[in-house]
């Protein structure tokens, strides 16, 4: 089992829907936890970190599950400018695991 | 506040041949990270610094990749000598606690 694993996706959802990603993790002891966008052909940038009590930024809403150990980040009303690449990472031992990412095009 | 800096953005070299990446993390981050990431993947760690100090390296494949942060601040990743699945993008990212920033990357060619 790897340590970090994503939904393959890729997600192809209408402008307005609603999409989650899940991302499960092997490591029970992990700290941290984060999703990072990924536009084509560019850098990662933090989109959000994950709390144990979840947490949300406008339309993005991510959530931690610890007793069965995944992350979830939920976007509505998906807009255009969405689709990207959504990676998630997870802390642990003072490491940083990657998962593959989920590609998310949201079609007009 | 100025990101992390990388260059070159890109490099095109043929096989056996050598190529070096140079990394200027953000000021006062004490950690940086060279990742080599493929198309469809995610970042894979290569090697991780703190301070001038290696804090993992297991994924460094050693026979023919190396690097250096001498005075704990800009860093050097080299290949010697690139074999063609060495075709990548290699970012760089640093941080200070929790979040990493990432570099623009280099895309690597091998041919």
């Known amino acids: 089992r790897k340590e970090v694993e994503q939904d393959p996706g890729p997600f192809n959802v209408p402008e307005g829907a609603t999409v989650a990603f899940n991302c499960t993790y092997s490591?029970?002891?992990?700290?941290?936890f984060f999703w990072y966008r990924q536009d084509c052909r560019k850098e990662p940038k933090l989109l959000m970190s994950?709390?144990?009590?979840?947490n949300e930024d406008g339309r993005f809403t991510a959530q931690l599950n610890r007793a069965s150990q995944y992350i979830s980040l939920l976007i509505r009303d998906s807009k255009l400018s969405d689709s990207a690449t959504y990676l998630c990472?997870?802390?642990?031992?003072?490491?940083?695991?990657w998962g593959l990412g989920t590609s998310l095009a949201v079609n007009p | 506040e100025a990101g992390v800096a990388q260059s070159p953005r890109y490099k095109i070299i043929e096989k056996r041949q050598s190529v070096a990446f140079w990394c200027n993390p953000i000021?006062?981050?004490?950690?940086l990270y060279w990742y080599q990431q493929i198309l469809g993947q995610g970042p894979k760690l290569l090697i991780q610094?703190?301070?001038?100090?290696?804090?993992?390296d297991s994924q460094l494949p050693k026979d023919r990749f190396s690097a250096e942060r001498l005075k704990g601040v800009d860093s050097t990743l080299k290949i010697q000598p690139a074999k063609l699945e060495d075709s990548a993008v290699y970012l760089c990212?640093?941080?200070?606690?929790?979040?990493?920033?990432f570099g623009p990357g280099t895309r690597l060619t091998v041919l």
């Open positions: 490591n029970s002891a992990s700290q941290s």
């Open positions: 000021s006062g981050h004490a950690t």
């Open positions: 990472a997870v802390r642990s031992d003072r490491k940083l695991i």
């Open positions: 990212a640093s941080s200070f606690y929790g979040e990493q920033f």
């Open positions: 994950v709390y144990s009590s979840g």
């Open positions: 610094f703190q301070n001038n100090g290696v804090v993992d």
